[in-house]
């Protein structure tokens, strides 16, 4: 690599590999809980009159809310949630909640209770370099006593959100608490990021997490090229998150 013209092109051919290896790793967590979903679905509502378009929908929901709540709960993304229920026909709202909460309990219920640190390599072709992936994951990050559910009037201990003030619609999601209050979608995200206690009972709440990613390339005497990416998920120190690129 001689100049610093063709070094910068290929730092941005190694940050676009480095992404499409990210989308890669999520996908892969994707259909790992999608997967599973079905066939927790096919036999828990095996003797339900569901369609099969139903299970697969449903599955796909619930998966894409578990990543996603880790995104809502971890990064604060900007998640809105459309009027969904009409999607699932031959379900009961009163069914959907209860097996939505039951399988988030047990997805949550598999990820780590001790520090995780995980390793691995990568070989990828297309800039002809190494990525090296270290993904550490503490205790305390690893699981959450908040779910996502619909609103159930005769489920729910509060029936209006408690930061403001807004009645629930049935069928909205909410966010629901381990002490069984419940806050909207909408002001959980900003509430868990300022604090980790029930805003209706003051519980504390292990909610709130963070990830953070950094990527470093690096260049020895031959032109070899590695990437160490650094994934950590830790609970929510008020840091800044850092995703930046940094070539060394
Ligand atoms: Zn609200
Ligand atoms: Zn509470």
Known sequence: MN???EKSLFRSEVSHAVEMYFIEFIDRVFGYARNAYVEFLQKHFADYNISANDIRDFANFLAEDVVDL????VLGKNHKKKKWTEQFRSISIELLYKNLKEMQISYFSTLPRENMFYRSCYQETYFG????????CFKEGAHTDVLIVPFVEKFSLNTSCPVCFEDYDEGKFIYEMSCGHSIDCGCAEDWFVEKSVCPYCSRKVKAVVETSRQAHVSWDENDEITVDIYLTTKPYDRKKIDYGMDAG
Not at 70 to 73: D, N, Y
Not at 129 to 136: A, N, R
């Open 3 to 5: 100049t610093s013209t």
């Open 70 to 73: 880790a995104g809502v709960v």
């Open 129 to 136: 370099g190494d990525i090296h992936h270290t993904d550490t």
